[in-house]
């Protein structure tokens, strides 16, 4: 019974898959949010070191990852793939379920997949301060390790309603030498407009991100870091997805099912985009399912058209699944999957019908979560439990029809820092959200940009 699969260091990818070199459709160019004119490399110049520039419109299918970042990867890459022998048990399900565990990188998540060749790039470029955004603090944690071995200054605005949720997660920022704001604040003109509106607002990752960006923006020795959205951050993250095709062959084994949590895109990307691949090279018929949450779903409810990826409007419009950029989701406990928009790579491909998305209910994913840690011992991340959910959903399919199917799902992080979410549903004090037709109308009806063909 061989329950985790390892490799060794020398078997870390070395090249990132690039998927937008196999799509059909690619996906549509960004506009510029004053012209409506597709942008060009200089207007990402000023957010932007120029070799991310280039990883962001490459249509080359494979880009080699630098050596240097590749031994900072050994510090916790490989990362191991389990199989679910205990919950497939107690599930009483003849699926076999493995999932791939990200929880073991110093930030206890997949981020720093992304956030140690960003910071590399930068560092390279000269770069003396990097701002960004965070929502649970998985990725301002990541960014911050990161920074903090290249030499450089982190500043981080952090959702409110996170940062007050989650006090280690700034605390493990602070450890890593990196400055977090509760975000809206007064330190921007975004997030004193913000204010001035609603001087209780919870927050958001778009109202986050128009303050990191104005920063970046106004100072020329400092550049902006995102975590999730942009094609170059779903690149970096294909190291896992290309990790797990090995592990899968090592064990004899390959998906029928592909599953991750979805916020931005980067979590799914991951984990599904090296098998995508597959699907296009060899003919395969792997589903890939995304999942959101209930409270936020850009991917199930949302509508295919040029958004902002900020609140303010400050950024590029990109072509997306959006609920509109000022829609600001119920403060759930999952922080990274509160995100009004979908990646452009994502989208198209869900426009396309070559991935599928699903949402989940929070008490539902904490049900599941808690399933998954008496039987396997690992407590998910509250963003992890939306695709154990799902696992555990099609597995209980399988059980109905009789079917085996392999299952693989990205468990991206652990909930060392999350407990009082737990605490919450423990306690029966967690709450269902999910938006009416109506406010998801209401806020894609104040967008005035234009719709794609």
């Known amino acids: 019974m061989q329950r985790k699969i390892l490799l060794n260091e020398n078997e870390i990818p070395e090249s990132w898959y690039n998927v937008v070199a196999d799509m059909p459709n690619k996906p549509l160019p960004p506009l510029h949010p004053g012209t409506k004119e597709p942008i060009g490399p200089d207007m990402?110049?000023?957010l932007f070191?120029?070799?991310?520039?280039?990883?962001e419109v490459s249509q080359e299918k494979w880009v080699g990852i630098p050596e240097e970042v590749r031994d900072l990867y050994k510090l916790w890459?490989?990362?191991?793939?389990?199989?679910?022998?205990?919950?497939?048990?107690?599930?009483?399900?003849?699926?076999?379920?493995?999932?791939?565990?990200?929880?073991v990188s110093p930030a206890g998540s997949h981020k720093p997949n992304t956030a140690i060749p960003q910071a590399y790039y930068n560092a390279k470029e000269g770069v003396k301060r990097i701002t960004t955004e965070t929502g649970a603090g998985q990725w301002g944690t990541a960014l911050s390790f990161a920074c903090e071995l290249f030499g450089i200054d982190c500043e981080v605005f952090m959702v409110k309603v996170s940062y007050e949720q989650k006090p280690y997660r700034k605390m493990?920022?602070?450890?890593?030498?990196?400055?977090?704001?509760?975000?809206?604040?007064n330190l921007t003109n975004a997030g004193r407009s913000i204010l001035a509106q609603d001087p209780n607002s919870p927050g958001s990752l778009g109202?986050?991100?128009?303050?990191?960006?104005?920063?970046?923006?106004?100072?020329?020795?400092?550049?902006?870091a995102l975590g999730s959205v942009l094609n170059h951050v779903l690149l970096h993250q294909t190291v896992i997805g290309l990790e797990a095709i090995k592990q899968m062959e090592k064990a004899g084994?390959?998906?029928?099912?592909?599953?991750?949590?979805?916020?931005?895109g980067s979590n799914f990307a991951g984990i599904s985009f090296p098998f995508l691949r597959l699907n296009f090279d060899e003919g395969k018929k792997i589903r890939c399912i995304a999942v959101e949450p209930a409270s936020c779903p850009k991917l199930t409810r949302g509508q295919f058209r040029y958004d902002f990826g900020d609140s303010v409007g400050m950024t590029p419009l990109i072509p997306m699944y959006t609920l509109g950029h000022n829609f600001v989701p119920s403060p759930i406990h999952a922080g990274g999957l509160r995100y009004h928009g979908a990646g452009a790579i994502v989208s198209q491909l869900l426009k396309d019908g070559l991935i599928e998305a699903q949402s989940q209910q929070q008490n539902r994913c904490f049900e599941?979560?808690?399933?998954?840690?008496?039987?396997?011992?690992?407590?998910?991340?509250?963003?992890?439990?939306?695709?154990?959910?799902?696992?555990?959903d099609e597995a209980l399919k399988c059980r109905e029809s009789g079917e085996s199917k392999t299952i693989l799902f990205n468990l991206c992080g652990h909930a060392h820092f999350d407990m009082a979410a737990y605490e919450a549903y423990l306690s029966g004090k967690l709450v269902?959200?999910?938006?009416?037709?109506?406010?998801?109308?209401?806020?894609l009806a104040t967008l005035d940009t234009p719709v794609p063909a």
């Not at 070191?49 to 990883?55: G, H, N, V």
């Not at 490989?78 to 379920?97: G, V």
């Not at 269902?432 to 806020?443: N, R, V």
């Open 172 to 185: 493990v920022m602070n450890t890593y030498g990196a400055k977090v704001h509760p975000s809206p604040t």
């Open 432 to 443: 269902d959200q999910e938006i009416t037709s109506e406010e998801i109308a209401a806020s």
């Open 44 to 46: 990402l110049a000023p």
């Open 207 to 224: 109202i986050a991100i128009s303050e990191a960006v104005e920063v970046a923006a106004s100072d020329d020795n400092t550049k902006y």
């Open 77 to 103: 890459r490989p990362t191991p793939l389990y199989r679910a022998y205990n919950l497939e048990k107690a599930l009483d399900t003849p699926a076999k379920i493995y999932y791939k565990y990200e929880g």
């Open 368 to 392: 599941a979560g808690l399933q998954f840690a008496r039987t396997e011992g690992i407590i998910p991340a509250p963003e992890a439990t939306h695709g154990i959910a799902t696992a555990i």
């Open 49 to 55: 070191p120029m070799e991310l520039i280039k990883q």
């Open 253 to 264: 084994d390959m998906p029928d099912i592909v599953i991750a949590p979805f916020g931005g």
